[in-house]
């Protein structure tokens, strides 16, 4: 189980203690400790509350000029002081969470090389082949429960920023700490630098990743089975979470390994269950069935195929037969409509490829399919144009319009043409926040379909019971779960998920749903408590100040 609180080197005292992120205290140091180890004269002589701390942090970040640089100040000062990070992160979660993570992560992958000032994590690259086991100790934790690992390649909707990824697994990791309650020092961020195909990257005079071409076929099957063999060994019942890693190989890993060890891939099954939940929400709203609903999918990768397999699941446990099911989800890639006319079909787009005439064009396929349900998952802007959406609204009278696509620059329409374009009447959700819309005297306040309502519980549901394995019926049951945190006060306000401000709620909700799952299916290796959502409260991490041992 993760423990409460970070974990403290004993006997740290003076500049070291000053200098270790996970026992400095700063300001707020008391006499008695400032005298006991050695700090006197080594700091300003205001004792300050944590609260106090975590007021001027909110300061300097309001008087940063960007995002990015609040990001980049927020970074800084959790290599600092990191349980005042986390505790400013979670007291200001609604602010923080777009700073921490989308869409400014997508900011600070970008300038990653620019904006570098201190190395976090694992970098294990190309040229570590055959000595991958030597390199994981040397992360000084060793209690390691949950890893993050990507390889670059397709970062948010932003493609191959190869090594400068490494904002991404960090962020989650920031997620898992502040809103799913796993202690910082069981947590790690993986690189796999196998070379970019980002051409402009490997020229920048400051990226600091591998200047080669990406490792490929057997060679890049050979460097991630020795690295996931390295991490079971070192780490045994680690989480494994794959992360943003390209279409082709997020598939790939994902079929190879989730019966070989407990991981799971968040753009796929996470996404997946957001999404499901989100529809949930929606539904409660126009008062449709899920059963009923014709769903049309802009894109057909990770996201999108996770977010209809998880549908799929759904209609089938409401009653439909699986053709049925799947009969109700159309996919549109970058080619038109997935249809079973064309040959050009990868093996995980086929069960959607349905009889119908190909279609290059999105208004067409609306006008065509009559959806009731339009989900972007394309990395494509501005692709729910005006006559998209009017289309739509054509059809459906309350049309559930989800533009998923990270970051902002990316979303297929804002929350404002959403609304706009369907006169009021679209359910709207975004991957990336957008800011309340009034149209007509009446305010709306899109919901952000974000996967930090997923992934961290789903990771503190994991460690909860031990699970040795992530099951689909886990996904099933956060999905739930998630949904049944929806409030009436949300959907009054056209919200289909749930304030920011509430993470951590959702997250321990979340958790609760599925280690219940995995106790029931068998896959616990830990004893049920009694009181399973009380247990899982309590071995929360809580951002407090650790204790010192000799103060
Ligand atoms: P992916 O690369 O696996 O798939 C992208 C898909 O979009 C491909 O099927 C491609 O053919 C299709 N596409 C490209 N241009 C298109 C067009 N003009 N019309 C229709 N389809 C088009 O990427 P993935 O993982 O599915 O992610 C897609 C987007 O969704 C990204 O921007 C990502 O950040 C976002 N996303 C958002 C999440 C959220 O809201 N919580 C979670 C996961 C992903």
Not at 300 to 324: D, K, N, R
């Amino acid at each position: 189980m993760p423990k409460r609180r970070s974990s403290v080197q004993p006997n740290l005292q003076g500049a070291a203690l000053l200098r270790d992120a996970a026992a400095n205290r700063g300001t707020a140091f008391s006499a008695r400790m400032r005298e006991t180890l050695g700090l006197q004269g080594l700091l300003p002589p205001a004792i300050e509350m944590p609260e106090q701390q975590v007021a001027r942090v909110m300061d300097n970040v309001r008087r940063q000029a960007t995002d990015l640089d609040r990001h980049v100040y927020l970074g800084a000062l959790r290599e600092r002081n990191e349980t005042l990070f986390y505790r400013t992160v979670l007291d200001h979660l609604g602010e923080t969470l777009p700073l921490v993570y989308t869409p400014t992560v997508g900011l600070a992958c970008q300038a990653f090389g620019r904006i570098f000032q201190a190395p976090r994590g694992l970098y294990i690259t190309a040229q570590d082949r055959g000595r991958i086991r030597d390199l994981l100790p040397h992360w000084p934790q060793p209690q390691v429960r949950v890893i993050v690992v990507t390889d670059g390649s397709r970062i948010l909707g932003l493609g191959d920023l190869g090594a400068n990824g490494m904002g991404i697994p960090i962020g989650k990791l920031d997620l898992y700490v502040a809103c799913g309650g796993v202690a910082p020092a069981a947590c790690l961020p993986v690189m796999l630098d196998v070379g970019t195909d980002n051409a402009a990257l490997r020229e920048d005079p400051f990226y600091l990743g591998l200047r080669q071409p990406r490792l490929r076929a057997e060679a890049y099957d050979a460097f991630v089975a020795e690295f996931v063999a390295a991490v079971q060994e070192a780490y045994p019942g680690v989480l494994l979470q794959f992360e943003d890693f390209s279409n082709a190989n997020a598939f790939a890993l994902l079929h190879r390994y989730h019966h070989q060890l407990c991981c799971f891939n968040d753009d796929i099954q996470g996404t997946g269950a957001m999404g499901l939940a989100g529809l949930y929400s929606a539904l409660r709203l126009t008062g449709g069935q899920l059963t009923e609903q014709q769903i049309l999918f802009a894109g057909a990768g990770e996201a999108a195929l996770g977010i209809a397999t998880m549908v799929t699941a759904a209609m089938v446990a409401q009653g439909l037969s699986p053709e049925q099911a799947r009969g109700r989800c159309w996919l549109m890639d970058s080619k038109g409509l997935v249809v079973a006319a064309r040959a050009d079909l990868v093996a995980h787009k086929r069960p959607y490829a349905h009889d119908h005439a190909p279609l290059q064009d999105l208004q067409a396929a609306v006008a065509a399919l009559r959806p009731s349900v339009l989900i972007g998952a394309s990395g494509t802007p501005a692709l729910f144009s005006e006559p998209v959406l009017r289309e739509l609204a054509r059809g459906a009278a309350r049309p559930i319009v989800f533009a998923l696509s990270n970051p902002t620059s990316k979303a297929e329409c804002t929350a404002q043409q959403a609304y706009a374009w369907t006169d009021g009447q679209a359910i709207f959700a975004s991957g990336s926040p957008f800011p309340p819309v009034t149209l007509a005297g009446k305010t709306r306040v899109p919901g952000q379909s974000n996967n930090a309502y997923i992934f961290p519980g789903m990771g503190l549901g994991i460690l909860a019971s031990g699970a040795t394995h992530v099951s689909d019926a886990m996904f099933f049951a956060a999905a739930q779960a998630l949904a049944d945190q929806v409030s009436h006060a949300d959907l009054q306000c056209g919200r289909v998920f749930p304030g920011q401000e509430r993470l951590r709620d959702v997250a321990a909700a979340v958790a609760t749903r599925v280690a219940e799952t995995a106790f029931s299916q068998g896959l616990a290796t830990h004893s049920r408590p009694a009181d399973l959502g009380a247990a899982i409260k309590a071995m929360m991490y809580v951002p407090d100040y650790p204790p010192l041992p000799r103060a």
